[in-house]
């Protein structure tokens, strides 16, 4: 009886000791199924059709970079921004702009709708059409960093990556008159030091949870699917207001009417970043 009894109190001591640690495995994998999908197939590194040699690299690069970008946007979720409070509210995004062919039928559209967005400067095409750049700002849109020409920011060091982002900055400041809070870097790709320098110097870095992949060429019922099917409280949407050479953003354009009235009949208000986030527009 004595034998039974010391076995049974062995046997409870392991139970205890090692019981929680199964709980909170249990809890830990049940907390990462519900963040980590979220994360994963939304926040998508898009490549641009206009970039052969980063579609090539892509495949790894963007298996490495979609664990550290969730990552980083945990780590620093006031710098980091994913999508916004869970409201219903939504910012329409467009980045690398300002390009003639495309920019002004965007702002267009949203004059029409009287609908306000964010727009992602690349400051070498903003050098090229500063009218353009006015035009946007004047119109009562928000301007925000999109770098000054587009590189992969983990393929450049530090420095050149502050100098993007500084000579963008002096760019806009001089058309525009202030210098924007928000920086967008291409294709969503930003390293931890740069995160780091970006926080410390006052930028929020804004990426985004809802991709209409309209950089792809797609057409206005494509645009309109991706968009609707992902969209909801605090979204952030990215559409592209520019491209490269042989870019058709026609679909884009097409579809924005219909994506702001059904957004709008769903009960949705559309807001500018800095709005949505409660943030200063410039630094
Ligand atoms: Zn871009």
Redesign the pocket.
């Known amino acids: 009886m004595a034998r039974f009894c010391w076995k049974l109190t062995l046997l409870l001591l392991a139970f205890s000791l090692f019981m929680p640690q199964v709980l909170f495995n249990r809890v830990e994998a049940n907390h990462l199924q519900l963040v980590e999908p979220e994360i994963d197939q939304k926040f998508s590194v898009?490549v641009?059709k206009n970039d052969q040699t980063d579609q090539r690299s892509s495949k790894k690069l963007r298996e490495k970079q979609i664990v550290s970008l969730g990552q980083l946007n945990r780590k620093y979720p006031e710098t980091f921004i994913i999508h916004g409070p869970r409201l219903m509210q939504v910012a329409l995004t467009f980045?690398?702009v300002p390009d003639p062919r495309f920019t002004p039928q965007i702002l267009d559209v949203l004059a029409n709708e009287k609908v306000k967005a964010t727009f992602?400067v690349?400051g070498s095409r903003a050098q090229q059409h500063p009218r353009m750049v006015s035009r946007i700002a004047r119109e009562g849109h928000i301007i925000g960093n999109?770098s000054y020409n587009?590189p992969q920011f983990h393929k450049v060091p530090l420095s050149a990556y502050q100098q993007q982002i500084n000579r963008t900055e002096q760019i806009i400041d001089g058309i525009i008159g202030y210098k924007p809070a928000l920086i967008?870097p291409?294709?969503g790709d930003i390293t931890e030091p740069q995160l780091r320098w970006a926080k410390q110097t006052g930028y929020t870095v804004v990426n985004w949870n809802v991709d209409s992949l309209d950089w792809k060429g797609l057409n206005k019922e494509a645009v309109k699917k991706n968009i609707m099917n992902t969209a909801g409280q605090g979204s952030i949407i990215l559409q592209?207001g520019g491209g490269g050479t042989g870019s058709d953003l026609s679909g884009t354009i097409a579809a924005l009417p219909d994506i702001i009235r059904q957004l709008k009949k769903k009960g949705y208000t559309f807001v500018t970043l800095p709005e949505m986030l409660n943030i200063k527009k410039n630094k």
Do not use: C, G, L, V
């Open positions: 898009p641009h980045d690398d992602f690349i999109h587009h967008r291409p294709y592209h």
